[in-house]
């Protein structure tokens, strides 16, 4: 396992950006899928993007295709979302999570065993 927290959540105005960032610590960073989930209050975790080990291969979920951008920086054990155009679906509790490789599904949380503690993130209308 290893240990994330995140950083970079706010108050933002509909259209405004804001990027989230998770250190992580543990040698085994770089092997990692990184992803990130958000819970809206009263909703079940969902599923936002995901970036493999090697950075090359992204995945979004609809919601936020074309609006959010993870990438990840292994030297630094350093993952990041970038968000843009934010509407107040947007508002939620965002998390971190690690997946070890062969380990499944990345839309599936339950593959992964690493969690930070979230952080809030609020789109004004």
């Known amino acids: 396992q290893v240990q994330l927290a995140e950083s970079g959540g706010g108050l933002v105005q509909a259209g405004g950006s804001l990027r989230l960032s998770c250190a992580a610590s543990g040698r085994t960073f770089s092997t990692y899928t990184m992803g990130w989930f958000r819970q809206a209050p009263g909703k079940e975790r969902e599923f936002v993007a995901a970036i493999r080990w090697s950075g090359g291969t992204t995945y979004y979920a609809d919601s936020v295709k074309g609006r959010f951008t993870i990438s990840r920086d292994n030297a630094k054990n350093t993952v990041y979302l970038q968000m843009n155009s934010l509407k107040p679906d947007d508002t939620a509790v965002y998390y971190c999570?690690?997946?070890?490789?062969?380990?499944?599904?990345?839309?599936?949380?339950?593959?992964?065993?690493?969690w930070g503690q979230g952080t809030q993130v609020t789109v004004s209308s």
């Open positions: 999570a690690a997946k070890p490789l062969y380990s499944g599904s990345v839309y599936r949380s339950d593959r992964y065993d690493s």
